[in-house]
């Protein structure tokens, strides 16, 4: 079965300084990978995705993520955060095998950033 | 382009009271879901579709209804409000769910439902 943990609910970061939000993942096939952010009383939208192309993916916003599958990771990260990256971050893993087609979504990451 | 679009964006609800959640995507996509996101719990899957006339439980069915008439439209019942009920709700769509699960999926903007 697959399954997605996101690594700390709640991370704060001063504006410049480095992003990284953790996400690992547990599927028995190749997965597709993807993160999608939700800004305050918004939707989510997708930020980047993984689907077996290049392992680093470059996303929206400055954001990247690198797809290592000896370590079942998928982290976010961007150099540099800046006030209007606070919200939530969610990771999220599907795969085509069989009939399972749904995407198994972590729990989120609430992004605080600090002046 | 709208996107997906969902009304009510707030409603209040007494238990016991029905209501209706719509949902419209303009991109002609075949797959369509009901969500719940609530406080420590992420998003949840109700419902989905993967076409029009053809609709499957997600995780949290109970009490909820769905139908898809159209490749348009798929709207949510809440048949008899209850207060686990109060949650906010996100309809998404997604080109095609049975080719490839790589595929992006658009969210509406939500609807924030309070049952009391």
């Known amino acids: 079965a697959q399954s997605v943990t996101q690594l700390g609910s709640h991370v704060s970061v001063s504006e410049g300084a480095l992003v990284l939000l953790r996400c690992n993942y547990s599927s028995s096939v190749p997965p597709y990978l993807f993160w999608y952010v939700q800004y305050p009383n918004q939707g989510l939208q997708l930020l980047l995705k993984?689907?077996?192309?290049a392992t680093l993916v470059k996303g929206i916003n400055g954001f990247e993520a690198e797809f290592k599958k000896s370590e079942t990771s998928f982290h976010l990260t961007k150099p540099s955060a800046h006030m209007s990256d606070a919200a939530e971050y969610f990771c999220?893993?599907?795969?085509?095998?069989?009939?399972?087609?749904?995407?198994?979504w972590g729990l989120g990451t609430s992004l605080a950033v600090n002046p | 382009n709208a996107g997906v679009t969902q009304t009510p964006k707030f409603q209040v609800l007494k238990t016991g009271q029905s209501m209706t959640l719509q949902c419209a995507q303009d991109?002609?996509?075949?797959?369509m879901s009901w969500y719940r996101q609530d406080p420590g719990m992420g998003l949840r899957l109700i419902h989905y579709s993967v076409g029009a006339g053809i609709t499957d439980q997600g995780e949290v069915p109970n009490g909820y209804n769905v139908s898809r008439s159209t490749t348009e439209d798929f709207p949510l019942r809440l048949l008899s409000a209850a207060p686990s009920q109060t949650s906010v709700y996100f309809c998404?769509?997604?080109?095609?769910?049975?080719?490839?699960?790589?595929?992006?999926?658009?969210f509406g903007e939500g609807s924030w439902l309070t049952v009391v």
């Open positions: 993984y689907t077996s192309a």
């Open positions: 991109m002609n996509h075949e797959y």
């Open positions: 998404a769509s997604s080109y095609s769910q049975t080719d490839i699960s790589g595929n992006t999926i658009y």
């Open positions: 999220a893993v599907s795969s085509n095998a069989g009939n399972n087609r749904k995407l198994i």
